[in-house]
């Protein structure tokens, strides 16, 4: 008897203990610095990619392998399953395949290390720009995950739901939602694991026989304004308005065809503002657009600028002595208001006003 | 690099800078290809209005300047009569030389400082949306699925023809 009785406050003291003993929800921060540190394990998967503009939707599947510290393999598939485009890296030289023109693009990944923004500082500003709230558990290509809302401090509205892998910390979907709660986007694992092993050889390339093979242009430099301005002829001339919460970042040299151009990049610690500058000779074609365009014209107060939409953004087009095309999803108030205060524009030109990056990390108290 | 003036670069041509202008912008051109450009610009265009031949008064006009003397009739026969010259002053060859070397001297200054001058070069828009992409794919929390998947499209459509030696690459 009393042996049952023992077995009895046993089990009971057992079951009331048994919510302090479950693992707390983890908080936003937490959440926020699994989903952002490398992955710590190598990882494989399949996921979809869908796009959501004007009513339609376009998705794409891409198999995944990642394996750290900065070693990536995407391949995109086709409707019927086969390989169009293959991505590789090993963390230092990157190709991009396309094996339906048979060309191969060799390449720099893309390397945070090299930015002028500190990781630290980094962070700062994307906690001084949004705020992050958990949104409970959810299951994600038949895993446990725990989802993150973002929301921007100055619009007071949720950007983007991500769903973090409760084991690894990688970000399993992401949704991404217009001013009007629109879904605008959706990445999203079908598949997902976390492998013992995986092989090196798998984030290699050899190009294929017959392939054409090319240098890539995009080799992202990350130069101070002054380092920049000694490597062109052109006199660097940045906007003296930038919306609220973003900074300069750093210069980029972008060569074509002779011509070389500025690209001035500004971030708010999520978004990107691209400024770039040419030579006024230097056009803009739009190509393989055709009609999805969509160019209108804007009015800057001291000149026109072209107007033309593109999935990653809108793009806009002035001259003002030099060319100057300005990419971003930031409203078109905000991208005109950009455009208008770039020094020595037409009305302003001879006025000798020396460009000075809007906010830059000096301003801010940074380096 | 501070670029002089268009002013001090036209009183340069003009010799008739100050010394330390001339020091200034004569350093400077060694270094700026554009001011360079600028300066060539202005003095071919001042030597081809040098080159134009100072218009001759016609010779009827000259012959009726000279018979009216000092007295030329009353102030609207003369207005009259000087609209008319001028009219005829105007058609001469040497008088429409000069205008027409003048417009083109005008037009090669404003289209070398708008960029219509120097050959176009036709920029890809996907190079500039795959150059702002890259940047993104450094920020923390960026959609590197989403950019990647784009990128490829970007890349081939900023390409025209490698096969021929043209294109990005």
């Known amino acids: 008897m009393s042996i049952n009785i023992l077995a009895a406050a046993f089990v009971l003291a057992g079951a009331l203990s048994l919510p302090g003993r479950a693992a707390p929800s983890p908080s936003p921060r937490e959440l926020l610095q699994r989903s952002l540190a490398v992955p710590s394990v190598a990882y494989e998967g399949e996921m979809t990619v869908s796009m959501l503009e004007g009513g339609r939707s376009t998705t794409r599947e891409v198999l995944v392998r990642f394996k750290p510290p900065a070693s990536y393999r995407r391949e995109i598939l086709d409707r019927i399953g086969f390989v169009v485009f293959t991505i590789v890296s090993n963390g230092r030289v990157e190709w991009v395949f396309d094996r339906r023109q048979g060309v191969a693009w060799k390449g720099e990944p893309a390397d945070p290390d090299y930015k002028l923004l500190d990781p630290d500082e980094e962070i700062a500003l994307l906690n001084e720009n949004y705020e992050f709230k958990a949104a409970g558990a959810e299951r994600v290509a038949d895993r446990p995950c725990q989802a993150l809302d973002m929301f921007s401090r100055r619009q007071e509205r949720r950007l983007q739901r991500l769903c973090v892998d409760a084991a690894s910390g990688v970000v399993l979907s992401r949704e991404s939602f217009a001013n009007d709660g629109r879904r605008l986007s959706d990445v999203r694992f079908l598949r997902f694991q976390t492998p013992a092993r995986m092989e090196d050889t798998v984030f290699d390339f050899l190009p294929p026989h017959g392939t054409r093979v090319a240098a890539s242009r995009l080799k992202p430099d990350y130069l101070r304004l002054e380092e920049a301005a000694s490597a062109t002829a052109m006199r660097p001339r940045l906007p003296e308005w930038v919306p609220p919460g973003f900074v300069f970042e750093s210069v980029n040299l972008l060569a074509y065809k002779g011509a070389t151009l500025l690209h001035y990049r500004y971030s708010d610690g999520i978004d990107v503002l691209s400024l770039f500058q040419a030579p006024a000779h230097v056009r803009l074609d739009f190509g393989g657009w055709g009609a999805e365009r969509r160019v209108r014209n804007v009015d800057l107060g001291n000149g026109r600028a072209e107007l033309a939409f593109h999935p990653s953004g809108k793009i806009l087009e002035w001259i003002a002595a030099d060319r100057f095309i300005l990419i971003g999803s930031q409203s078109l108030e905000s991208m005109r208001r950009v455009a208008a205060s770039v020094s020595g524009s037409p009305r302003r030109r001879g006025a000798g006003a020396r460009a000075v990056p809007a906010k830059t990390l000096a301003g801010r108290g940074g380096r | ?169």
């Open chain 2, 1 to 169: 690099m501070n670029c002089p003036d268009f002013e001090v670069i036209s009183a340069y041509s003009d010799g008739e800078a100050t010394p330390e202008e001339v020091r200034v912008v004569a350093a400077h051109v060694r270094e700026c290809e554009s001011c360079f450009l600028r300066l060539r610009s202005v003095e071919s265009a001042k030597l081809a209005l040098r080159r134009v031949p100072a218009p001759r008064l016609p010779r009827d006009l000259r012959r009726t300047l000279l018979e009216a003397g000092p007295g030329l009739g009353d102030g609207r026969a003369a207005w009259r009569r000087f609209l008319e010259e001028l009219r005829a002053g105007l058609l001469h060859p040497a008088s429409v030389f000069s205008i027409g070397a003048a417009v083109v001297a005008a037009f090669l200054f404003w289209g070398r400082n708008e960029g219509l001058l120097t050959p176009r070069i036709e920029l890809p828009a996907d190079l500039l949306v795959a150059a702002h992409n890259q940047y993104a794919l450094t920020l923390p929390l960026a959609p590197t699925e989403r950019i990647l998947t784009e990128m490829p499209d970007q890349i081939a459509a900023s390409v025209t023809g490698p096969a021929e030696g043209r294109g990005v690459y």
